[in-house]
DNA sequence: ACACTTTGTGTTGTGGTTACACAAAGTAGA
DNA sequence: TCTACTTTGTGTAACCACAACACAAAGTGT
């Protein structure tokens, strides 16, 4: 058995499309290229795979050194492959999606990128590279995962209230949802806690504060969402 | 802008877990190696991705020239980064699944494998690299698409009968569904069309003859199994 | 004390699913 | 040809989950 050394391979790399959320807007994070190809539009955050490292790594590396980001959901997306993606050559790309709640970090353009920046998934920006189509298939992966996994919670903080998980599916399905209804649901699923504590502060009734149920029974959970 | 030479990349191959189905047994088409690594042992269907072709290119290719098959439906799975799945340095695999009427091909070993046989999925031998870790991906796969989508049909003949498609539904799924049940929902859901004509033959009552409905409309579908 | 907002809880009607029964169509044997 | 048996097609009743509601409780501000 040898070794192989000589065949010559497509360049493959990372790229992700890291979700936030916060006052009611899903945002996606995205950097401006400083050199060509695509100097000056905004791209995916993403790099290059070392021989030594795998997918993951590789996410945490970009996650860390470009955006200052750390401990973050991460799940792979797919694999993008189309010949001419890459005016520099063959290029493949293996594309991760993050959940990330915003507030916890504030995002940085590292040495590589003009600047950093949130985009609300409603306005974004001419892309560079196919990134505009490993956006949409992003945000459809998340709009169906959310009705069948707890994946919400990662946008969240740790302690929020009904109304705010509410909102939050409402904002990434972009359909209105019966907030009875709703909160009977998540609740039957067992996917939250309520703490016993209130949410004090501003407004007028002090919602309950619930925090994501860590020891969930794999109870098949499963919103409905009527198309009206 | 500079294209990219320097660096060098990972070995990227492509797997493919060969489905197919027949006499109520579902089954994946395996290659024994000639040679080293995982000499004399079974694994998947593959081949490392040339510089200027496409997944699906290098796909085809396989089963071309190793299978003999030729249009068959063909699907992204997932890609394999583990740094050790292979003993001859760093390889990324993208594993893809493919659905196959085993009836209309007879395979046969190209040169680099001793023999390809078909192996019912449940009395697999043991595979080599981390092709276990992938069929069980794909196994997986296989049994939520085909609640939600109208894969089933690529794995029978063009016409069949409601007991045919039912006990496939069975089989891939492994639990047992009410005949009549499963009829309403299938027929509701508009996936097949009754040609009319009934299977003359060996048994008892000729049952009528179906074909998938290629004008389906986006109707949502799904089979609620019942965790009994 | 009152109007108003937000949040928590309960109820009712309906549509879809499950769990059945039964008739129709064919075969095989006496 | 009559009967027993198998498979296939169709119908129905009970039930459950969901959607669409009403209403009470807990705050705020005037």
New binding site residues.
Partial sequence: MKAFQSYKNPSLAVDLVVFGYHNNILSVLLLNRKEEPFKDTWVLPGAFVQMEETFLHTCCRVLQTKLGMDNVYLEQLYSFDAIERDPRGRAVSVAYFALVNPQKFTVTAGQMANDVKWFPVKKLPVLGFDHKEIFKMARQRLQSKILYAPVSFELLDDLF???ELHELYECILEVEL?R??F?R?ILDAEYIVNTGTKREGL??????LYRFNRKLSKHHF?L?I?T?
Avoid: E, G, I
């Fill in positions: 209230t009904m109304t019966d009875r209804n909160r649901k407004q007028n009734r002090h919602p309950d499963h409905n009527a009206n």
